[in-house]
């Protein structure tokens, strides 16, 4: 059965600092990756996700994510923080072979704090 | 991007009393809907799958009973808990697959009193 590990379920940065947030995956077959942010009280919204092709996928809002096999992860980084980035991010994976219409199985989650 | 909405954003209801959550697709048709619960402070748990035209896949766990999942149309899909209790309080969410991804709704705040 494939699972999703976040490590960290509060991270906290300051402004412009390095965003580090990790999530190792289970699976038998690699599988499709993504990243998503909710903001309070409101639904996901898709970061950006790896299917297939290049193992270093570029997302919005500045926010990029390398899918490394041998380690089983796909941790999500930023280079310089900024205070609207402080929300709570998860990791999600889902079956390759359920193609994207596959269920997602997500991670915990890992609340983003941005001090000043 | 894909939008798709949810009705009601936030309900309050009486113990016993059912309530309807409404998901569309506005821009786009989605073949499979997914609903999802969120308690505080946690991830997305799954809860059942909706096919349009076809009866609902639920996840080990989830009472079909209780949890009415009705996709009628290619723009909508219909979340009716039934006979609520307080411990069904919580953020439901919703998703379509449209294109090559899931498109979420903002979520709908249930609160049983």
């Known amino acids: 059965a494939q699972s999703v590990t976040q490590l960290g379920s509060h991270v906290s940065v300051s402004e412009g600092a390095l965003v580090l947030l990790r999530c190792n995956y289970s699976?038998?077959?690699?599988?499709?990756l993504f990243w998503y942010v909710q903001y309070p009280n409101q639904g996901l919204q898709l970061l950006l996700k790896?299917?297939?092709?290049?193992?270093l996928v570029k997302g919005i809002n500045g926010f990029e994510a390398e899918f490394k096999k041998s380690e089983t992860s796909f941790h999500l980084t930023k280079p310089s923080a900024h205070m609207s980035d402080a929300a709570e991010y998860f990791c999600?994976?889902?079956?390759?072979?359920?193609?994207?219409?596959?269920?997602?199985?997500f991670g915990k989650g890992t609340k983003l704090s941005v001090k000043p | 991007g894909a939008v798709v909405s949810q009705h009601p954003s936030r309900v309050i209801c009486k113990s016993g009393t059912s309530v309807k959550i409404e998901c569309r697709s506005l821009?786009?048709?989605?073949?499979?809907m997914f609903w999802y619960r969120q308690f505080p402070k946690q991830s997305l748990m799954l809860m059942a799958t909706?096919?349009?035209?076809?009866?609902?896949?639920?996840e080990q766990g989830v009472e079909k009973d209780k949890f009415l999942i009705n996709h009628a149309s290619l723009t909508l899909s219909t979340l009716t808990v039934t006979s609520a209790h307080p411990e069904d309080s919580s953020f439901y969410i919703c998703?379509?697959?449209?294109?090559?991804?899931?498109?979420f709704g903002p979520g709908t705040r249930l609160t049983v009193t």
């Open positions: 998703s379509a697959h449209g294109r090559d991804e899931q498109y």
């Open positions: 699976s038998s077959v690699p599988p499709y």
């Open positions: 790896y299917t297939t092709g290049a193992t």
């Open positions: 999600a994976v889902s079956d390759p072979y359920g193609g994207s219409q596959g269920n997602l199985i």
């Open positions: 821009d786009f048709q989605a073949t499979t």
């Open positions: 909706s096919n349009e035209g076809s009866k609902a896949t639920y």
